[in-house]
C-alpha cells in the first residue's frame, strides 16, 4: 500500500487549516454583526463563545483525524466501537463538502472579476446606484459567471494536483501570508482617511445602549453561530489536516494558534472596513452587497481607490481561494482513501464534476430566479448556504462532541489521549461535563434556532 502523504511543516499546517476557516464569513459578516451589537461588546463575548463552543469541537476534529490517519468518512469506521453506525454521517460530510462548493466557488469566481474589474479602473467614477447595477449585471451574465468559476476551479484543483505538500500547503503557505501582509496594508490605508476615529469608535468602542437595543440574548446567540460556523466545523475540513500531522505537538495548542489567526483576521476586516465606511457616507451593510455593492463605491471614490480596491479584492480572492484549495483537499482525500484513486485521478474528475454542481447557484440569479426557495428574495445559493451552515456543519459537529466524549463512541479517554500526545497545552479534563452535556445542548440549540429563523 503506497504511503500516506503528510504535511512538511507545523507552520503549513497551521497556516492550512486556518486557510480552510478564514474566509468570506470574516469579512462580510463579521464587522457587520460587530457594529450590530454594540462593537467591542460583540467582541468579548464572541471570544468567549469560541472558547467555550469552537475550540472543543476543532480540536475533536483534529483528534479523529490524526488517530484515524484517514478522511471523515473512514476515519468513523475505524474509531467507532464495533457494530455501532457513527459512520453513517461520513459520506454526509462528504457531500457537505460538494453542497459548499457549490455555491463558494461562484462567489470565488465573482471576487476574481473583482479584483481584474478593479484592475482595470471599470468602477471609477461609480456612485451607489453604478455600483448595485454593476453587481447586477454580473449575476445576470450567465458565461462570464461561468468562465470566471471554472476558472476558480481549475486553478484550485490544479494546485492540489501538484500535491500535497508541492501544492497545497506550499500554495496555501503563499496565500495566507499575502492575505496577511495585504490586510495590513489596507488596515494602514484605512487609517489615515479622514473619519477614520468615528469608524474605529463604532467598531472598538463598546456601545451599551446599541447592546441593549439589541438584546442580550440575541448578542449571544449571534456570537455563538459566528463562532461556531467561522471555524468550518463540522464537515471533516479540519480532521483531514489532522490525519496529515504527526504527534509531536498537543492538537489544543494548535487549535488555539489557528483560532486565533482566523479572529486576527476577522477584527483586521472590521479595521479595513468601519473606517472606509464612515470616511465615505456609506452604511455598512451584511451579505454579499457589502463586498459586491458597497466597497466598490467607497474605492470608486478613494483617493487611489483603484490601487486599493484592487487589493482588497486581490486579498478576498486569496482568502476564497485557501478554502476552496482545503476542501478540494478534502474531496480529493476521500477518493483517495476510500476508493484507491490517485491523487491526479480525483483532481481531474472532481474539477469536472464540480463546475457543473455550480451551475444552479449562477443559473439561479437568472434563469431560476423565479426560484425562490427560502421566501421572497432567496435565490439558490441561498438554500445551498442554508442545508450547510444550519444543517450538515452544527449535526457534524454535535456527532463529533457525542462521539468522543460518550463511551458509545470513541470515547473520553481515547480523544483526550490523543489530543493531550505532543507538547503544548493540553485539553482541560476539568471541561470533561461541560463538554459530555452541556456543549451538546449548545449545539443543538444553535441548529433549532437556525431553522426556527428561517420558518418562523
Known amino acids: 500500500m503506497k504511503e500516506r502523504e503528510t504535511l512538511a511543516s507545523r507552520l503549513g499546517f497551521i497556516l492550512l487549516s486556518a486557510g480552510c476557516a478564514v474566509g ?6 463579521f464587522p457587520y454583526i460587530t457594529g450590530q451589537y454594540g462593537g467591542a461588546v460583540f467582541v468579548l463575548i464572541y471570544l468567549l463563545c ?20 484517514r478522511n471523515i468518512s473512514d476515519a468513523l469506521k475505524i474509531l467507532e466501537p464495533k457494530g455501532k453506525k457513527w459512520h453513517w454521517f461520513g459520506p454526509i460530510a462528504i457531500a457537505g463538502n460538494y453542497l459548499l462548493m457549490m455555491f463558494y466557488t461562484v462567489i470565488t469566481g465573482w471576487l476574481l472579476y473583482y479584483f481584474f474589474s478593479s ?3 471599470r468602477f471609477q467614477g461609480l456612485d451607489a446606484e453604478g455600483a448595485k447595477i454593476a453587481f447586477a449585471t454580473l449575476q445576470s451574465n ?28 506550499r500554495a496555501s ?5 499575502g492575505l496577511l501582509c495585504i490586510m495590513l496594508l489596507l488596515v494602514l490605508n484605512s487609517s489615515f482617511l479622514e473619519n477614520a476615529g468615528e469608524g474605529f469608535r463604532f467598531y472598538l468602542v463598546p456601545d451599551f445602549e ?16 459566528q463562532a461556531f460556523f467561522t471555524l468550518s466545523i463540522g464537515m471533516g475540513g479540519m480532521e483531514i489536516f489532522g490525519s496529515y500531522i504527526g504527534k509531536d505537538q498537543s492538537l489544543t495548542g494548535e487549535a488555539l494558534r489557528i483560532i486565533i489567526l482566523d479572529t486576527s483576521v476577522a477584527l483586521m476586516a472590521g479595521l479595513i472596513i468601519f473606517p472606509a465606511c464612515f470616511s465615505f457616507g456609506v452604511n455598512p451593510d451584511s451579505g454579499p452587497n457589502l463586498l459586491f455593492v458597497t466597497l466598490p463605491n467607497i474605492f470608486s471614490s478613494m483617493s ?21 484549495i482545503a476542501v478540494f483537499e478534502n474531496i480529493i482525500a476521500y477518493w483517495m482513501d476510500s476508493h484507491g484513486w490517485s491523487r491526479r485521478k480525483a483532481a481531474l474528475i472532481n474539477m469536472v464534476v464540480i463546475a457543473l454542481l455550480a451551475l444552479p447557484c449562477i443559473l439561479g440569479y437568472n434563469v431560476f430566479s423565479s426560484f425562490q426557495p427560502l421566501g421572497d428574495g432567496t435565490s439558490v445559493l441561498d438554500l445551498e448556504d442554508f442545508l450547510i451552515s444550519s444543517t450538515i456543519m452544527p449535526i457534524g459537529s454535535l456527532l463529533f462532541v457525542l462521539f468522543c466524549s460518550h463511551k458509545s463512541g470513541w470515547g473520553w479517554k481515547n480523544f483526550i489521549a490523543e489530543a493531550d500526545e505532543g507538547d503544548g ?28 429563523d428561517i420558518f418562523s
Open 24 to 29: 468570506l464569513g470574516n469579512v462580510w459578516r
Open 50 to 69: 469560541l472558547a467555550l463552543i469552537g475550540l472543543p469541537v476543532m480540536v475533536m476534529e483534529f483528534s479523529i483525524g490524526r488517530a484515524s490517519k
Open 119 to 121: 484592475l482595470l479602473g
Open 142 to 169: 450567465v458565461p462570464v459567471q461561468i468562465i470566471f468559476m471554472v476558472i476558480s476551479v481549475v486553478i484550485g484543483f490544479l494546485i492540489c494536483m501538484g500535491g500535497l505538500q508541492n501544492g497545497v500547503e
Open 173 to 177: 503557505k503563499i496565500m495566507m501570508l
Open 210 to 225: 446599541r447592546a441593549k437595543e439589541a438584546g442580550l440574548s440575541e448578542i449571544i446567540f449571534a456570537a455563538m453561530s
Open 304 to 324: 487611489g481607490g483603484r490601487i486599493w480596491g484592487s487589493l482588497f479584492f486581490l486579498f478576498m480572492a486569496f482568502a476564497a481561494m485557501t478554502t476552496l
Open 425 to 452: 497545552v493540553k485539553f482541560p479534563s476539568w471541561l470533561r461535563f461541560y463538554v459530555k452535556w452541556i456543549l451538546p445542548i449548545v449545539v443543538a440549540i444553535i441548529f433549532i434556532k437556525g431553522y426556527w
